[in-house]
């Protein structure tokens, strides 16, 4: 389980090696993606709060990075965090996650972004439910949700 020093260290020292990397140019990246989730994933975009697909969903299955195809989350970590974006406790695998400060917005933030192709995800907070503390703020542009069988949503 990851505490919020955990995610300190990553940020500060050194991320968790990826199991594999995806790399693309933006002419790539744009040529795959919507123009909302190149936003998202590539340019550190902030979807709006509520009107996202997966803030209010609560449906059984993982959560993939929309980028690279990658397991971020599961929705056992899912929560109700009244924030207007989709909430977990805890990524899916530690090696999953990688971590950034991000001094923008004149707000000092750890970034979260996909360890394999780097893609921008969202924010975690150290504001989370027990035990762990944690609150992955993610973007809905940035996931794919996969029922068991497969199927996307
Ligand atoms: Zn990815």
Redesign the pocket.
């Known amino acids: 389980m990851l505490r919020w020093l955990d995610v300190l260290t990553f940020a500060k020292y050194s991320n968790p090696e990826p199991p594999r990397r995806?790399e693309k140019t933006a002419a790539e990246w744009a040529a795959e993606l919507t123009p909302a989730q190149f936003r998202v994933?590539r340019e550190q975009a902030t979807e709006p709060p509520y009107r996202n697909a997966y803030c209010r969903s609560y449906e059984p299955g993982r959560y993939e990075?929309?980028?690279?195809?990658?397991l971020?989350f599961d929705s056992a970590t899912k929560y109700h965090a009244i924030s207007g974006w989709p909430s977990f406790t805890q990524p899916a695998a530690k090696s999953a996650i990688r971590y950034h400060f991000d001094d923008s917005h004149n707000m000092q933030r750890v970034e979260v972004r996909?360890?394999?192709?780097?893609?921008h995800l969202g924010h975690v907070f150290p504001d989370g439910p027990a035990p762990a503390g944690l609150r992955y703020c993610i973007n809905s542009e940035s996931l794919v949700r996969v029922e068991e069988n497969g199927i996307l949503f």
């Open positions: 995806v994933l990075c929309v980028g690279c195809r990658s971020l996909c360890n394999v192709c780097g893609g």
